[in-house]
Antibody, heavy 117, light 107 residues
Framework: QVQLQESGPVLVRPSGTLSLTCAVSGDSISGSNWWSWVRQTPGKGLEWIGEIFHTGGTTYNPSLRSRVAMSLDKSKNQISVSLNSVTAADTALYYC??????????WGQGTLVTVSS | DIQMSQSPSTLSATVGDRVTITCRASQSISGWLAWYQHKPGKAPKLLMFKASVLESGVPSRFSGSGSGREYTLTISTLQPDDFATYYCQQYNSYPYTFGQGTKLEVK
C-alpha cells in the first residue's frame, strides 16, 4: 500500500523559503513513476507545482519555475520541494503525490503552510 | 496553460440521484483527463483516467465520457459516501491544470 506523508514548517515568514519533505512508503521513488507536488489555495484551487523523477529530472510549472526546486533522497525514500521568496499568496495546503502517466494516483493528506510575519 | 472549467460549482443532490459534472478545457486535450474525489482532511482520490477508464477499486456507479474539449463525470446512483468535492485535471500538456472543483452536497 503506497503511502505519502508531507512534513515541514507550518509557518514561514514573508520573503523566506518554504521547504517541505514527503516520505514515501510502499513504493520506491527510484522506480518508474514521477513524483509531484500540488498545492491548494482558496483563490486558485489546485495548482500543480511540478514533478521529479529518480534521475533528478524535473518539470516545473512556469508560474513558479523561478522560485521552486525539487530534490529527492533515495536513501530515505523521500522527495522535497522548496519555494523561495514566499508571499501570502503561497499560503496553501501542500500535497505530494505519485504520478502515473500524468495522473496522480496516490496522494498524501497534505500539510498546511501559512506565510505570515 | 490549458484552462479547465467545471460546472456546476455546487451540486445539491439526494442519495439515489443520478448526477453529472461537466469539465471543459480551453483547447482539446485528446482525452487526457482525470477525475478526483476529495473529502476534507483526506488525500484526494483518483477516480478515473483517460477520460473514461475507472481506477482500480472505484465503484462502477462512477463513469466518465467525453472527447476534445468537453468531458463529464456521472454517478449513476448516488451513495452517502459520494458527497465530496470533485476535480478534473488535464495531463495533455504541461503545466498540468485542474478544474476549480464541484462540491456535491446533500440537498
Amino acid at each position: 500500500q503506497v503511502q505519502l506523508q508531507e512534513s515541514g514548517p507550518v509557518l514561514v515568514r514573508p520573503s523566506g523559503t518554504l521547504s517541505l519533505t514527503c516520505a514515501v512508503s510502499g513504493d520506491s521513488i527510484s522506480g518508474s513513476n514521477w513524483w509531484s507536488w500540488v498545492r491548494q489555495t482558496p483563490g486558485k484551487g489546485l495548482e500543480w507545482i511540478g514533478e521529479i523523477f529518480h534521475t533528478g529530472g524535473t518539470t516545473y510549472n512556469p508560474s513558479l519555475r523561478s522560485r521552486v526546486a525539487m530534490s529527492l533522497d533515495k536513501s530515505k525514500n523521500q522527495i522535497s520541494v522548496s519555494l523561495n521568496s514566499v508571499t501570502a499568496a503561497d499560503t496553501a495546503l501542500y500535497y505530494c503525490a505519485r504520478q502515473s502517466g500524468g495522473t496522480m494516483d496516490h496522494w498524501g493528506q497534505g500539510t498546511l503552510v501559512t506565510v505570515s510575519s | 496553460d490549458i484552462q479547465m472549467s467545471q460546472s456546476p460549482s455546487t451540486l445539491s443532490a439526494t442519495v439515489g440521484d443520478r448526477v453529472t459534472i461537466t469539465c471543459r478545457a480551453s483547447q482539446s486535450i485528446s482525452g487526457w483527463l482525470a477525475w478526483y474525489q476529495h473529502k476534507p482532511g483526506k488525500a484526494p482520490k483518483l477516480l478515473m483516467f483517460k477520460a473514461s477508464v475507472l481506477e482500480s477499486g472505484v465503484p462502477s456507479r462512477f463513469s466518465g465520457s467525453g472527447s476534445g474539449r468537453e468531458y463529464t463525470l456521472t454517478i449513476s446512483t448516488l451513495q452517502p459516501d459520494d458527497f465530496a468535492t470533485y476535480y478534473c485535471q488535464q495531463y495533455n500538456s504541461y503545466p498540468y491544470t485542474f478544474g476549480q472543483g464541484t462540491k456535491l452536497e446533500v440537498k
